[in-house]
C-alpha cells in the first residue's frame, strides 16, 4: 500500500470495493483479492482514525491542564 496515501484515499478506495462485492459479479478469486484489498484498507483507516483519537485525548488534557491552571 502507498505510504502516502491519506485516509480520505484509502476511505474512498475501500467504498468502491465495497461496491464491487456488493454488485456479486466478480468472479471467486476476484472477490477473494478484493476482500484482501479491502481488510488493509479497513486497517490502515482504523490506524489513522486510532492515532487522530490519541492526539485529540492529548490535546485536550493539554488545554484541561492549561485551564486548571488559571
Avoid: H, P, R, W
Wanted: aromatic content about 6%; some cysteine.
Amino acid at each position: 500500500m502507498n505510504k502516502k496515501m491519506t485516509f480520505e484515499d484509502a476511505a474512498e478506495k475501500l467504498g468502491a470495493i465495497v461496491e464491487k462485492l456488493e454488485g456479486g459479479e466478480e468472479t471467486l478469486e476476484g472477490s477473494l483479492k478484493l476482500f484482501e484489498e479491502g481488510t488493509a484498507l479497513a486497517s490502515f483507516c482504523y490506524k489513522k482514525l486510532s492515532s487522530a483519537e490519541q492526539k485529540i485525548t492529548e490535546l485536550t488534557a493539554v488545554e484541561e491542564k492549561k485551564d486548571g491552571q488559571d
